[in-house]
């Protein structure tokens, strides 16, 4: 009797932890599957050190493009929504590192984009495509 009690009382956590766990998975294949959305990661200047390497985070966001803004999945099944104005690109297209950049291809390349307060975003991508960047991005 004292066992039963015992899992009935830690069954209903347990069952809350799976059913989130559930959604969680959902919502970052259903991110991952929407038209238009790519894999990247994204340095905000604010995050990043002056004078120091330049870390990129472990995780791998997803984004896509509408008109002009870069809306951003990160966190945990891609729950945090961020979307970032871009006015434009400073400089071309880089190549990164593939250790530096990592679970994002052989052949990663890194954007200056600049946001609408100026401020820069630094943004890694597998490779430039045509279809998932606005055409400024491409004449960069």
């Known amino acids: 009797m004292l066992v039963s009690t015992i899992l ?9 932890l799976v059913g989130m766990l559930i959604l969680i998975f959902w919502n970052s294949n259903r ?26 985070p472990r995780r791998v966001s997803y984004a896509q493009w509408v008109h002009d803004v870069l809306i951003v999945r990160k966190g945990p099944g891609l729950m945090l929504t961020i979307p970032y104005g ?11 590192n593939p250790d530096d950049v990592k679970k994002l291809g052989d052949q990663p390349v890194v954007i200056r984009a600049l946001l609408d307060d100026d401020s820069i975003l ?8 045509p279809e998932l960047a606005p055409e400024h991005f491409q004449n960069g």
């Not at 990247?40 to 120091?52: A, C, F, M, P, Q």
């Not at 871009?86 to 990164?96: D, F, H, L, N, Y």
């Not at 630094?122 to 495509?129: C, N, P």
């Open 8 to 16: 009935y009382i830690l069954g209903v956590p347990l069952w809350m």
């Open 31 to 56: 991110v991952k599957k929407q038209p238009g959305s790519f894999p990247l990661k994204v340095i905000h200047e604010t995050d990043s050190n002056s004078g120091e390497e330049t870390k990129w």
């Open 86 to 96: 871009i006015k434009g690109v400073e400089g071309s297209p880089q190549e990164a």
């Open 122 to 129: 630094m943004v890694a991508v597998r490779k430039l495509r």
